[in-house]
Nanobody
Framework: QVQLVESGGGTVETGGSLRLSCAVS????????MGWFRQAPGKEREGVAA???????YYSDSVKGRFSISQDNAKNTVFLELNSLKPEDTAMYYC?????????????????????WGQGTQVTVSS
């Protein structure tokens, strides 16, 4: 069974940075995509960044140029570097993954299709 555990959230001031981690365990095979998603209170879940097994990366327009997704395959860990943070980045951040036949940017708009999710880590940006 695949398990994902996020860490690294916290409270920072506007313009600050954080690094989120997502540790993945369990058997995984096939063409898998991993992504980071966020959900603020009263808002829909939003796809933030995605990465393929071959480390192709994709970003939503709202974070492009500020966030960076990467992975350490040896440690089965995916990272999300958050820079130039804004108050509107405040949300619960989740990592998720699954086998996907599409290019991995597809998951940013189709997160309901992903079966494996972490418990989330809170990011709060103060103004």
């Amino acid at each position: 069974q695949v398990q994902l555990v996020e860490s690294g959230g916290g409270t920072v001031e506007t313009g600050g940075s954080l690094r989120l981690s997502c540790a993945v365990s369990g058997y995984r095979a096939g063409r898998r995509c991993m992504g980071w998603f966020r959900q603020a209170p009263g808002k829909e879940r939003e796809g933030v960044a995605a990465i393929s097994a071959g480390s192709n990366t994709y970003y939503s327009d709202s974070v492009k140029g500020r966030f960076s997704i990467s992975q350490d395959n040896a440690k089965n860990t995916v990272f999300l570097e958050l820079n130039s943070l804004k108050p509107e980045d405040t949300a619960m951040y989740y990592c998720a993954e699954d086998f996907v036949i599409h290019r991995c940017d597809w998951i940013l708009d189709n997160s309901d299709a992903l079966k494996h999710w972490g418990q989330g880590t809170q990011v709060t940006v103060s103004s």
